[in-house]
C-alpha cells in the first residue's frame, strides 16, 4: 500500500453510494463503514501492485481508478476503469493469494478499505451480497473470456472496433444511435485492447472518413453502429 491522505472528514465515510450495499438497511452499512479503513489518493497514484498480498476489498467511494497490469516490461495494459460505487479486490480477499494486477488512480479518489477477514464474514451472514458478488464475478469470467478470444483472433484495427462497441451504449436523446459519453483518451483506448495509439488513431480515421462516426466534445456517437460491427468481423 502507498502512502496516502487518510479521510477525516465525517461526510467522505460513507458507504451509501456504494451499489453493493445499496439495499443495506443504514444501521448495518454504519456497521460496516466503523470496520473500513479511509483513504484518498491523488490522480496516478499506485494503490496496489501485481503480486501484492494486500487482501482488502476496496469499495470507490469517490472519484476512479484503473486496473492495470504489465505482461510485457514497458508495455502497461489496462484491463477496465472502476468508477464510484463499485468495487475491487474481492479475489485476493476470498482466495487469500496475491493480487493478479495492479490498480491506480484515474483521478483524485476517496476509498474505503475492509480487511478480508471481515469481508468474508459479510459474504456468510448475507446472502442477498453474497449472490450479486458471485455475479460480478461470472461476469468478469465472461469478460475475459471474450478478450481472449479478440486476442487470439482478431487484429488490432478490429479490437479497437470491438472495445468501441462495448463502450458505447444508446442514446437517450436520439432513438437507435449510439454514444461513447465521454470518448476515453486514445492511448488509454490502445492500453485496453493491447496495441499501439497510432493503431487507435488509423481505426478512428478510417470510421470518420465513412462518416460512421462523429465526434462532438467529449462524446462519440456511432451513426451506424451495424458498420461499426461489420469492420470488427472483418478479420
Known amino acids: 500500500m502507498t502512502e496516502t491522505e487518510r479521510v477525516t472528514r465525517l461526510h467522505d465515510q460513507s458507504l451509501e453510494n456504494i451499489d453493493l450495499f445499496r439495499n443495506l438497511p443504514a444501521q448495518e452499512r454504519s456497521f460496516i463503514e ?52 463499485n468495487y475491487f479486490g474481492e479475489i485476493a480477499a476470498i482466495d487469500g493469494g496475491p493480487r493478479s494486477a495492479s490498480v491506480v488512480a484515474k483521478e483524485s479518489c476517496v476509498l474505503a478499505c475492509l480487511a478480508s477477514e471481515r469481508f468474508l464474514e459479510l459474504l456468510q451472514s448475507n446472502a442477498g451480497i453474497t449472490f450479486e458478488v458471485l455475479q460480478r464475478l461470472t461476469g468478469m469470467i465472461r469478460a475475459g473470456d471474450v478478450r481472449i478470444v479478440e486476442l487470439s483472433t482478431l487484429a488490432a484495427r478490429q479490437r479497437v472496433f470491438a472495445e468501441l462497441l462495448r463502450m458505447a451504449q444508446p442514446d437517450a436523446a436520439i432513438p437507435g444511435q449510439w454514444v461513447v459519453r465521454p470518448l476515453p483518451p486514445l ?14 488513431v488509423r481505426a478512428f480515421a478510417q470510421l470518420y472518413k465513412t462518416g460512421t462516426v462523429s465526434r462532438k466534445g467529449r462524446n462519440l456517437y456511432l451513426l451506424d453502429r451495424k458498420a461499426v460491427e461489420d469492420l470488427a468481423r472483418a478479420c
Open 187 to 200: 492511448r488509454e483506448i490502445a492500453t485496453r485492447v493491447s496495441t499501439t495509439r497510432e493503431t487507435v
Open 34 to 85: 466503523a470496520r473500513c479503513r479511509w483513504l484518498r489518493f491523488k490522480r496516478g497514484q499506485r494503490i496496489l501492485e501485481h503480486g501484492s498480498f494486500c487482501n482488502e476489498v476496496f469499495f470507490v467511494v469517490d472519484g476512479s481508478v484503473v486496473i492495470v497490469n504489465e505482461p510485457i516490461p514497458g508495455r502497461e495494459v489496462a484491463f477496465t476503469t472502476i468508477e464510484s460505487g
